[in-house]
Each structure stands twice: as structure tokens, then as C-alpha cells.
């Protein structure tokens, strides 16, 4: 009988577990290492595109994460006084794509992936660091506190700050500061009833979407120094920064409390590694191409990473090649609607939304363009585990 492959994956996040269960799928042994104490994550919610959710149904959970989220239905982008610049339409995206664009909390997220690992294979708590990258003649190391740790392959899920990507290219200038910083709550807002929304204003924007359980996601960004703070608390800066825009974001502010917001500020990779491996170590998501948040695609790509290194395996090199253009174009986009949507001049801000709201209403359909070549990207392998890719469109309500 032959002797199974052993991976170890290290970072339990969306990208390191869904590799987990694609690559079991895939016949690997498999141990997942996450630094903190549990899986649960520190985070809010995440979109998830036709894309990923398709690289989700090579795995079996692609239709149960479609159940669980709140599929994000009309909707569009707004100016601080509440004005549309323009309207989306969540049939359209379905049908140009093969599928919806759909919001759930990361924690959900995790929850699906973690149920398809057996409880061993977990280990929280464990800070692990790679020791040996290996090579074609010998095996992976990886150190713990309890030992060490060889593998046929190593899978290095370990984040925008990656140790392991600093062992594996020494030289690489590693993330820098994208020049905004973003606040995130996921809380219930009572009697909130509204429409999904981007809002565009002068070096700031807000996002408001519901969530299929009744709370509310919203976000912001703002352009801001690094690493500043406010002087009292981060709930009280939202209050300053955008407590006068349209309703229902005074609402969602009122309903919040200073202990309900996160802040983080974003970092990205903008020069390219080289490869996203050496030896029998694979980078994936932000440890391999950390880009904004403005795409909304950085989990995504994380996915898509996971189910292609399963279908590649130990050809580590197939797995670069496949992997490392895309995700260079994904991300290179990404800063470039950052720029967009950034903007502090009020000349070129009114110029933005007055091409923004002319072609909004002479052709509708022209601002899915962005996402052709991303949410139409389909898995190298048919679903192996569900035998299907659902192509529904969204009910009345916008849900599943």
C-alpha cells in the first residue's frame, strides 16, 4: 500500500483551512497549526464572489455557504447626501457571472470549513515556524513547541505579516501601508430596513449590508497617517468622520458601541514575490499577494489559491504558474480602485461621480466589466465531492 502525503498548514484562516479540506479531498494527511487559542476569528463579515464560491463547490461547501449568507441584492453607490451615482441589480450579476454575490460573517465561514476536518487534525494554540522549506530530496520541518513536524508539503497560511514567506525570500521588501485605514462592526440595528450601499465621499467611504441573520456589516475607510488612532475611541472617530452622511449610517451608529469597532490599517503587497513557493513550501492568500479590500476579493483569492495548490499538489511550480499572474492582475486592480474611490480632490472627485452617474444610466450592465476575468474565473477540477455548481438566481427577497 502506498504511504500517504503529509501536509501541515500553517494558519487556520479561510485560506489554510479550505486548503485543508481540498487537499484531504485530494488524499493528503493532513495538520492544520494556528497560532491562536481557537479558530474563531477576528474579523467581521466577508463577500464572496461567483468565483470563489465556485473554487467552494470543488469542496462540497459551496452550496451550504450559499444557504447560510445573504445574497447582496440591489443596491449601488451613493454620495454622502444619499444621491445613487448608480444601481446594481443582483439578477444581472447572477446571470453574467453564473452566480450571486453573497455576504456572511467569517465566522460562519470558518465554522463550515473547520466541520469538514476531523478534530484532530486542529491544533490551536501552536506557534509554529518553519524550519526546513525541504527540497526534492528531502522533506519539509516545521517546529512547534511539542516537536518537530516533516511534510511532503508545507502550506504557509500564515497572514499579511507571513514568517514563513520572510524565510522563503529574505530579500523581499514584504507589505507596505496602502495609505487608509478601515473601521469594520457587525452589529443588529433595530428597525434598520435599507438597501446595500457603497458611499463614495472626499478621502473616505462607508459600506452598509445586511446580513441574513438581521445584523448589520458595515464598513469604512478613510485616508489617514499610519498606525494613527483616535483620542478617545474609534466609534466616537466614525461619529466625526461620517455621522452626517445619509441614512442609515446614523443609525448604525448610534446603535454601536466603541467595543463593536475594529480598526485596522491595510497593507498590501505591492511588489510581486518572485513565486509563491520553494521547495516543498506554498505561500497562499495574503502571505503570497496581501491586496486592499476594495475588490473585495482578498478572501477570494485565498480560495481560489487553496483549491488550485490541491489540484497541483507537489508540483509546486504548476502551482506558481497558475497562481501568481492572476493574483498580481487581481491585486494590481485592487490599488487601482483604491485610488478611485479614495480620492481627496474635490475637481477629480466631481468629475468621478459625474462619469460615474452617466454611465450608470446609459448602460447599466458596463460596471460589471470590472469583475470579467475575476468572478467569471472557474476551478481547474470539476466539483468532486457535490458533483454540481448551482447557477441559481436570487429569490424575491435577495436570499437564497
Known amino acids: 500500500m502506498a504511504q500517504s502525503r503529509r501536509a501541515v498548514v500553517i494558519g487556520g484562516g479561510i485560506g489554510g483551512l479550505t486548503a485543508a479540506v481540498a487537499l484531504r479531498g485530494s488524499g493528503w494527511d493532513v495538520t492544520v ?6 479558530l474563531e476569528p ?3 463579515a466577508i463577500s464572496l464572489a461567483p468565483n470563489s464560491l465556485r473554487a467552494l463547490d470543488v469542496i462540497d461547501v459551496g452550496d451550504e455557504i450559499r444557504d447560510l449568507a445573504a445574497w447582496q441584492g440591489d443596491g449601488g453607490l451613493r454620495t454622502p447626501s444619499g444621491r445613487w451615482l448608480s444601481r446594481t441589480d443582483v439578477d444581472a450579476v447572477a446571470a453574467r457571472f453564473g452566480g450571486p454575490l453573497v455576504l456572511l460573517h467569517r465566522a460562519t465561514l470558518i465554522n463550515s470549513l473547520a466541520a469538514r476536518l476531523p478534530s484532530e487534525a486542529v491544533r490551536t494554540g501552536v506557534d509554529a515556524s518553519l524550519a526546513d522549506p525541504g527540497d526534492a530530496d528531502r522533506p519539509a520541518r516545521v517546529n512547534t513547541p511539542d516537536g518537530e513536524l516533516e511534510a511532503d508539503l508545507v502550506v504557509a497560511a500564515d497572514g499579511i505579516r507571513s514568517a514563513v514567506r520572510q524565510v522563503l525570500f529574505p530579500h523581499h521588501p514584504g507589505a507596505v501601508y496602502s495609505g487608509f485605514t478601515t473601521w469594520r462592526v457587525v452589529i443588529p440595528v433595530p428597525g434598520a430596513r435599507f438597501a446595500s450601499h457603497e458611499t463614495w465621499g472626499r478621502g473616505r467611504i462607508w459600506g452598509s449590508h445586511p446580513l441574513k441573520d438581521g445584523r448589520v456589516y458595515a464598513y469604512a475607510a478613510a485616508v489617514t497617517p499610519a498606525s494613527e488612532h483616535a483620542p478617545d475611541d474609534e466609534r466616537a472617530e466614525l461619529l466625526r468622520r461620517y455621522g452626517d452622511w445619509h441614512d442609515p449610517i446614523p443609525a448604525i ?11 485596522h490599517d491595510v497593507h498590501h503587497i505591492a511588489d510581486p514575490l518572485p513565486a509563491y513557493h520553494r521547495g516543498r513550501v506554498a505561500l497562499i492568500g495574503d502571505a503570497a499577494h496581501a491586496m486592499p479590500p476594495t475588490l473585495g476579493q482578498g478572501g477570494n483569492q485565498a480560495i481560489e ?7 497541483h499538489g507537489a508540483d509546486l511550480a504548476g502551482y506558481t504558474a497558475a497562481r501568481l499572474p492572476r493574483t498580481t492582475a487581481v491585486a494590481r486592480q485592487a490599488v487601482r480602485v483604491g485610488r478611485l474611490n479614495m480620492m481627496t480632490g474635490r475637481a477629480g472627485i466631481a468629475v468621478r461621480n459625474t462619469a460615474l452617474a452617466a454611465v450608470s444610466k446609459a448602460a447599466p450592465l458596463l460596471f460589471l466589466r470590472g469583475f470579467e476575468g475575476i468572478a467569471d474565473w472557474r476551478p481547474p477540477q470539476a466539483p468532486y465531492a457535490a458533483g454540481k455548481t448551482r447557477q441559481a438566481t436570487a429569490g424575491p427577497s435577495g436570499n437564497s
Do not use: F, N, T, Y
Not at 33 to 38: F, I, K, Q, T, Y
Not at 305 to 311: E, N, R, S
Open 305 to 311: 489559491d487553496a483549491v488550485v495548490l490541491a489540484h
Open 33 to 38: 497549526l494556528e497560532r491562536a487559542p481557537s
Open 253 to 263: 451608529l448610534a446603535a454601536a458601541r466603541p467595543e463593536d469597532v475594529l480598526r
Open 42 to 44: 477576528v474579523g467581521a
